[in-house]
């Protein structure tokens, strides 16, 4: 492939990478002579009209996605046989290879996941999900003349083949039928280990496990394939100072990180608010060095105020709405309309009756397939365990529930949960 000459106009040079869809190279625009990166897809993979069909449809996307922290796409077509994807080239090192050199101080810590935050959201708004987050796919451009300040600037790679959000597409399977990773298991999300409910929520839990590596200098989760991802679908993360009791991180970030990695992908924030939230510990940390460690002030007394999530009764407001498929406690009753939602007896009618916006089912008490039905709907559902194992967490998260209540429970465990499923940040 070495001295190809793409579309009559890309020559390629050297191989830059390869991935399980394809290879880049570093290529030489003749007409305008500058020096760009080409992906071609693998042969075995330009044979199959469903993966050049992806791969031609996918760049279209990703031409959309503008913002600083993305590679730019800069041209894309198919010339015999051979769909092609053209982009800046790029000058510097993956994250990677700079944490293989030591750790990075706490301010590049923020400012690079801030970034990435940053280029997330203006992704999920053309509906285009990264999918694999991670170290490798994190760049580190150089900057000439920075005269001191951070020599690099943060770069997202590999948005060339993300997953475009279509509902027909929520499938792992059928990305893995057509030759896509699914993700890095040391980065995956439970979603992504179940293979179903992939979204934008994957690519903050992704950032959130980049996230903990950089503050704790380890994965969240290591041992062999299959303990990781086991632990990446059902164990909850080692708690951060535990772990790095010398990070230095303050303790909204470390709250923050903690809801980043939550399991449920509804809980977990969006990358708007991380980057909300990012700037804020670092308009702190530049202001006030000596303060590491320390929690941040109230919000009221910075700068930068975050919008406020729904962690309050009086913020529910009576706009949710919680129906109950089995006989409802007096307890739970009473918790939930305190929290501010609307309880409601199931219908006559059935499941067709339940309306699904600001709507969550709770569901103590109900058999494999009857929680497996209410999930399908698409309603939030919360169900209960009777001294619950790991194997009877797995098979109600495996029928789809939102979260699990361990038996005996108060009615508060109820409207917190409820709460937490209804607090999606703005």
């Not at 305008?32 to 996918?58: C, M, N, S, W, Y």
Request: hydrophobic letters at 40%; proline letters at 8%; glycine letters at 8%.
């Amino acid at each position: 492939m070495i001295g190809t000459v793409i579309a009559n106009k890309y020559r390629c040079d050297a191989e830059l990478g390869a991935g399980s869809m394809g290879v880049v190279y570093r290529a030489r625009q003749l007409d305008l002579g500058r020096d760009v990166a080409i992906k071609l897809l693998h042969q075995g993979a330009a044979t199959r009209p469903k993966a050049r069909l992806r791969f031609v449809r996918e760049a279209k996307v990703a031409t959309r996605l503008v913002h600083p922290a993305a590679v730019q796409i800069l041209d894309f077509g198919e010339t015999d046989d051979q769909p092609y994807l053209v982009m800046e080239l790029l000058d510097g090192e993956s994250l990677r290879d700079r944490l293989d050199r030591g750790p990075l101080p706490l301010a590049d810590v923020l400012r690079l996941c801030r970034d990435v935050a940053s280029a997330l959201a203006a992704a999920h708004d053309v509906r285009l999900i990264h999918r694999d987050i991670k170290p490798e796919n994190i760049f580190l451009q150089k900057i000439a003349g920075t005269d001191g300040a951070t020599p690099w600037r943060v770069r997202v790679v590999d948005f060339g083949l993300a997953f475009v959000a279509d509902s027909e597409d929520l499938s792992v399977g059928r990305m893995t039928q057509e030759g896509v990773v699914g993700g890095t298991p040391a980065y995956m999300s439970p979603e992504q280990v179940h293979g179903r409910g992939i979204g934008p929520a994957s690519d903050v839990y992704g950032l959130g496990c980049v996230m903990f590596e950089l503050l704790a200098h380890r994965p969240v989760f290591e041992g062999s394939l299959g303990d990781v991802l086991t632990r990446q679908a059902y164990s909850p993360p080692p708690e951060l100072l535990r772990v790095a009791p010398t990070c230095g991180a303050p303790a909204e970030i470390i709250s923050l990180l903690g809801k980043m990695l939550a399991k449920t992908g509804p809980l977990r924030p969006s990358p708007s608010h991380i980057v909300r939230v990012l700037d804020d510990a670092l308009v702190h940390l530049t202001t006030t060095p000596s303060s590491r460690g320390a929690p941040l002030p109230p919000r009221s007394e910075r700068g930068f105020a975050l919008k406020p999530r729904a962690a309050t009764p009086v913020e529910l407001d009576g706009n949710v709405r919680v129906y109950c498929y089995a006989k409802l406690d007096e307890a739970v009753e009473m918790s939930l309309i305190s929290a501010g939602a609307r309880v409601e007896l199931w219908p006559t009618q059935g499941l067709a009756a339940v309306p699904h916006d600001n709507t969550i089912i709770w569901a103590p008490g109900i058999d494999e397939a009857t929680l497996r039905m209410l999930c399908a709907s698409g309603i939030p559902t919360i169900t209960d365990l009777d001294a619950p194992t790991m194997d009877g967490i797995i098979v109600a998260l495996r029928a789809g529930a939102a979260d699990v209540v361990p038996v005996p429970y108060g009615g508060d465990q109820v409207a917190r949960r409820v709460m937490r499923l209804t607090a999606r940040t703005r």
